[in-house]
């Protein structure tokens, strides 16, 4: 009966990993851009959902940053900006950051149409890097989407992933 049971028992295993397959890391931190960068970038206050599913790993007013365990990952929101980093021992490899490189064109092109590709947004050829920007550079008006990856850099190693969003304008002039 026992050998009965456990062949049962590893049968279902191996269908329910078939049915319900694991999404790979790439695919977890494009999530976690969806879930929280998006509604962030368009005004909405993430905080509540991020404290209530993640553990806090530093919190200050300029920024909170959270850890998510299932990608390995840092979120991190502030108010012009939400990011997802990794860092070594935990960067992802060059095969996921190929991968999410090309989940976050996917994003880009199908949530900011009009952001264009800018050939000068890139960390050089030891890297996958490339952005999406609007905006004149250092300028209040610059918007748009990062992604940077240094797998093979040892103890550097690392990632980012960024949405920045316009700077609020104040006006400096008022009385």
């Given at each position: 009966?026992?050998?009965?049971?456990?062949?049962?028992?590893?049968?279902?295993?191996?269908?329910?990993?078939?049915?319900?397959?694991?999404?790979?890391?790439?695919?977890?931190?494009?999530?976690?851009?969806?879930?929280?960068?998006?509604?962030?970038?368009?005004?909405?206050?993430?905080?509540?959902?991020?404290?209530?599913?993640?553990?806090?790993?530093?919190?200050?007013?300029?920024?909170?940053?959270?850890?998510?365990?299932?990608?390995?990952?840092?979120?991190?929101?502030k108010?012009?900006?939400?990011?997802?980093?990794?860092?070594?021992?935990?960067?992802?490899?060059?095969?996921?950051?190929?991968?999410?490189?090309?989940?976050?064109?996917?994003?880009v092109q199908?949530?900011?149409?009009?952001?264009?590709?800018?050939p000068?947004?890139?960390?050089?050829?030891?890297?996958?890097?490339?952005?999406?920007?609007?905006?004149?550079?250092?300028?209040?008006?610059?918007?748009?989407?990062?992604?940077?990856?240094?797998?093979?850099?040892?103890?550097?190693?690392?990632?980012?992933l960024?949405?920045?969003?316009?700077?609020?304008?104040?006006?400096?002039?008022?009385?």
């Amino acid at each position: 009966m026992i050998p009965v049971v456990l062949t049962g028992l590893l049968i279902g295993f191996l269908s329910a990993s078939q049915l319900w397959p694991r999404p790979s890391r790439a695919e977890g931190i494009a999530r976690l851009f969806v879930e929280y960068c998006l509604p962030h970038h368009h005004g909405k206050d993430m905080r509540p959902k991020a404290m209530a599913e993640f553990v806090a790993e530093r919190s200050d007013l300029a920024e909170t940053r959270w850890i998510d365990n299932e990608t390995a990952s840092y979120l991190s929101l502030k108010a012009d900006k939400c990011g997802i980093n990794t860092i070594h021992p935990f960067a992802i490899s060059r095969e996921d950051a190929e991968e999410l490189l090309n989940l976050v064109e996917a994003i880009v092109q199908e949530s900011f149409p009009e952001l264009p590709f800018d050939p000068k947004a890139t960390m050089g050829p030891n890297s996958i890097s490339k952005g999406w920007m609007q905006g004149s550079s250092f300028s209040p008006d610059r918007w748009g989407v990062f992604f940077w990856a240094f797998p093979d850099w040892g103890e550097s190693s690392g990632s980012t992933l960024f949405l920045a969003s316009p700077r609020l304008k104040t006006d400096l002039g008022a009385n």
